[in-house]
Nanobody, 116 residues
Framework: QVQLVESGGGLVQPGGSLRLSCVASGFTFSTYAMSWHRQAPGKERELVASIGTSGSVSYYTDSVKGRFTISRDNAKNTVALQMNSLKPEDTAVYYC?????????WGQGTQVTVSS
């Protein structure tokens, strides 16, 4: 079955960096686009970044452009999100997601807290 397991979250000071990873299994990873989303308390879940199958095409929401970088390693079935210059408003639970067979599959999420 499809499984997505995120890791790498934690507590970081404003201006700091974190790298999130998502390991996928149960499907042919290299043939599906992947995305990272986040949900802050009291807010709707939002798309943060997405990446195409080969990694050459990516999308970022405006609030993270220039600070976050999404990447993938098809040999390791892994998609990563490098987050630099973190701000308190980046605090949220971060999820990776894949859409296949007309369904959205989500990981369990990893908490990112940006606070001094």
């Amino acid at each position: 079955q499809v499984q997505l397991v995120e890791s790498g979250g934690g507590l970081v000071q404003p201006g700091g960096s974190l790298r999130l990873s998502c390991v996928a299994s149960g499907f042919t990873f290299s043939t599906y686009a992947m995305s990272w989303h986040r949900q802050a308390p009291g807010k709707e879940r939002e798309l943060v970044a997405s990446i195409g199958t080969s990694g050459s095409v990516s999308y970022y929401t405006d609030s993270v452009k220039g600070r976050f970088t999404i990447s993938r390693d098809n040999a390791k079935n892994t998609v990563a999100l490098q987050m630099n210059s973190l701000k308190p408003e980046d605090t949220a639970v971060y999820y990776c997601k894949v859409y296949l067979n007309y369904r959205h599959f989500w990981g369990q999420g990893t908490q990112v807290t940006v606070s001094s």
